[in-house]
Nanobody, 115 residues
Framework: VQLVESGGGLVQPGGALILSCAASGITFSSYVMSWNRQAPGKERELVATITTAGGRTTYADSVKGRFTISRDNAKNTVYLQMNSLKPEDTAVYYC?????????WGQGTQVTVSS
């Protein structure tokens, strides 16, 4: 099983990034997907979740209205569109795939919001 995140980088406050997570080794459409993040010295937090068919999404209050999670089951990929980025969004962003029985994590991609 592999979850490979990409798209992180350095962006100025107010800017935008799109993160991608490509999954392999799993039946992607059977997994609830989420994006999580961990800032230095802080615990990992859930940012956004999307159900298996993409019909329902949930967001942390801190990112509502700015971030959008989506998925393409044909491409085995989940995305996180991040707009109006703030310095407090700086963190390593991790992709997660889960069912009732298993839970997989990617290696993370660094997002730094700074002028």
């Amino acid at each position: 099983v592999q979850l490979v995140e990409s798209g992180g980088g350095l962006v100025q406050p107010g800017g935008a990034l799109i993160l991608s997570c490509a999954a392999s080794g799993i039946t992607f459409s059977s997994y609830v997907m989420s994006w999580n993040r961990q800032a230095p010295g802080k615990e990992r937090e859930l940012v956004a979740t999307i159900t298996t068919a993409g019909g329902r999404t949930t967001y942390a209050d801190s990112v509502k209205g700015r971030f959008t999670i989506s998925r393409d089951n044909a491409k085995n990929t989940v995305y996180l569109q991040m707009n109006s980025l703030k310095p407090e969004d700086t963190a390593v962003y991790y992709c997660n795939a889960r069912t009732s029985w298993v839970n997989y994590w990617g290696q993370g991609t660094q997002v730094t919001v700074s002028s």
